[in-house]
């Protein structure tokens, strides 16, 4: 159990193209997600959090307008790159806290994402 | 704001050895949770093992365990009997047992210490 999933794995676009991940909690219901960001070699950067309904909390230095944050239902949550640029390419990981059980987070497989 | 400290970025232990990852974290807070993480090449974070700061005892889970100190603000990992599998990068992770906004929080983690394993 506890599974969450992400679409794509991978993604390459173009500079100035907008491109959207999702992550979906399979097997229970996520009250919270979170969306982290790591760089090669690096270790994971929490981005933002997301409650289902409820504006998205971004990370101090995260811009809101280009990581748009979607949690529209309990089982889904999107994370859109808009006006990507190259530096924006880098690991995204999402991961998911079932509703009533806060203290556990199950993390998704990741998205690669490349902007050339 | 909390802190993660992982000062090894890289330890070498022999197979069936037992090797220890330090980790020490900086907190005002009195409630919180304490993780390992696991990331092998495929970089699928898999959880190792849980702290909760209140509970004294410290978890263990088979051949994982840990050594929380919780004055001395520091949860190192050992592992024993030491496997190939074993080999992946290692992060430490913090959780505030706080539910800001109806919520929880999300976790700050480490830098990694990356484990090889020598056959």
């Known amino acids: 159990g506890a599974v969450v999933s992400q679409h794509p794995s991978w993604v390459i676009c173009k500079s100035g193209t907008s491109v959207k991940i999702e992550c979906r909690s399979l097997?229970?219901?996520?009250?919270?997600m979170f969306w982290y960001r790591q760089f090669p070699k690096q270790s994971l950067m929490l981005m933002a959090t997301?409650?289902?309904?409820?504006?998205?909390?971004?990370e101090q230095g995260v811009e809101k307008d280009k990581f748009l944050i979607n949690h529209a239902s309990l089982t889904l949550s999107t994370l859109t790159v808009t006006s990507a640029h190259p530096e924006d390419s880098s690991f995204y990981i999402c991961?998911?806290?079932?509703?009533?059980?806060?203290?556990?987070?199950?993390f998704g497989p990741g998205t690669r994402l490349t902007v050339t | 704001a909390q802190t993660v400290t992982q000062s090894q970025p890289e330890m070498s232990v022999q197979e069936a050895e037992t090797v220890t990852l330090s980790c020490t974290y900086d907190?005002?807070?009195?409630?919180?949770?304490l993780f390992w993480y696991k990331q092998p090449p495929s970089r699928q974070m898999i959880l190792v093992i849980r702290?909760?700061?209140?509970?004294?005892q410290n978890a263990t889970e088979n051949r994982f365990s840990v050594n929380f100190q919780k004055a001395a603000k520091s949860f190192s990992l050992k592992i024993s009997d030491s496997q190939l599998g074993d080999a992946a990068m290692y992060f430490c992770?913090?959780?505030?047992?706080?539910?800001?906004?109806?919520?929880?929080?999300?976790?700050?983690f480490g830098k990694g210490t990356h484990l090889i394993i020598q056959p």
């Open positions: 991961s998911a806290s079932p509703a009533g059980i806060s203290s556990w987070q199950y």
């Open positions: 097997d229970f219901q996520a009250t919270t």
């Open positions: 997301s409650n289902e309904g409820s504006k998205a909390t971004y």
């Open positions: 907190t005002s807070e009195s409630d919180y949770y």
């Open positions: 702290q909760e700061a209140y509970k004294q």
């Open positions: 992770a913090y959780r505030s047992a706080r539910r800001s906004g109806g919520g929880a929080d999300g976790l700050t």
